[in-house]
């Protein structure tokens, strides 16, 4: 009786078994079918609960948005920087000479750029150079195909310049960096942070109104005279190409 007993849940259990296994098979099978559609709809489900909150969503859209934003403004600069060459390029008439810079040396105590043209394209010695945002610095000297352009960031510039806003002349000196020093000859000028800066009408070596900076801060008066620092309009170190004015003033 109890062998009859044993035998029959014995075979129920082999049977629930292979059920078990058979269901199992199914089960992958149709996870294999569905390329894990079910797993992901599961997880889905049980991992709901541990989703990020509000908090972090708004993290997320906020750095999203600032992504956003820097890109479109460095769009909106390259695309402000290629206008402006394609300006260059195409703007070559009898006063202004269009040219690529071919190379730099704007570190350091030397500054200058080197240009791809020269004397066979008529360019002499002390011509203006002018770049997107306005004066770069003078032609020093040119060979046949080439020609150095010292950069009025150079210890070697210093130029005659006008301030608008007070009207007054004063001189501007390279100190061999980024930010030339404008020297007013009067402890009394009211020169402010944001000033602009230009050619000025009285330069025997620039022509007049050509942009060149804003005043970005001021030293303390020094004796009989004011100076203070310029940040420049026109970037050395990232223009590609540039006007050189055939005018020279004598």
């Known amino acids: 009786m109890f062998d009859i007993r044993r035998i029959s849940t014995s075979r129920w259990w082999h049977k629930k078994k292979n059920l078990i296994f058979f269901g199992v098979f199914l089960f992958l099978v149709f996870v294999r079918i569905s390329k894990g559609s ?18 972090q969503k708004e993290v997320i ?6 992504e956003s934003l820097i890109k479109l403004n460095l769009l909106t600069k390259d695309n402000k920087r290629l206008r402006q060459i394609l300006s260059l390029q195409e703007s070559s008439n009898n006063d202004n000479i269009s040219a690529a810079v071919i190379s730099r040396k704007t570190g350091s105590w ?15 010695t002390g011509s203006v150079v002018v770049g997107p945002g306005g004066l770069l610095g003078r032609v020093k000297n040119t060979s046949l195909f080439t020609s150095s352009v010292t950069l009025i960031t150079s210890p070697e510039s210093k130029l005659g310049v006008w301030v608008d806003r007070i009207q007054i ?18 402890r009394d000028a009211d020169i402010k942070v944001g000033d602009f800066v230009s050619s000025s009408p009285a330069s025997t070596l620039l022509p007049p109104n050509i942009p060149i900076g804003v005043v970005q801060s001021i030293d303390k008066p020094f004796k ?5 620092k310029i940040s420049l309009l026109a970037k050395p170190h990232v223009i590609d190409w540039v006007q050189i004015l055939k005018v020279k003033i004598k």
């Open 38 to 55: 079910i797993y992901k709809d599961f997880y889905y489900f049980i991992s709901k609960p541990f989703w990020p909150g509000q908090f």
């Open 61 to 66: 859209l906020q750095s999203i948005d600032q």
């Open 110 to 124: 030397w500054r200058q750029i080197i240009l791809n043209k020269g004397s066979k394209d008529g360019v002499e």
């Open 169 to 186: 002349n004063g001189l501007l000196v390279g100190l061999g960096n980024d930010y030339p020093s404008l020297i007013l000859y009067s």
């Open 224 to 228: 009989s005279k004011k100076m203070a």
